[in-house]
């Protein structure tokens, strides 16, 4: 399953997301964006971003 991670950008203040393979590797990007000093960093998986419509999803 693959999972966004979505933030709020330090430097424009814009909405942002990166894709993610797995759980591991959004935990991952979330620890880089604490460090980097980035806000209101959350994990969503596709499912919930799309209410479990993996077809609207974009890898």
């Known amino acids: 399953m693959t999972y966004l991670v ?4 330090k430097e424009n203040m814009e ?3 990166i894709t993610c393979k797995d759980y ?3 935990e991952r990007e979330v620890l880089r ?4 000093g980035h806000l209101h960093i959350e994990i969503i998986s ?3 971003a ?4 993996e077809s609207s999803f974009r890898e």
């Open 6 to 9: 979505a933030y709020t950008d």
């Open 15 to 17: 909405y942002s997301q």
């Open 24 to 26: 591991a590797e959004a």
């Open 33 to 36: 964006l604490e460090k980097a």
């Open 46 to 48: 596709n499912q919930e």
């Open 50 to 53: 799309y209410d479990g419509d």
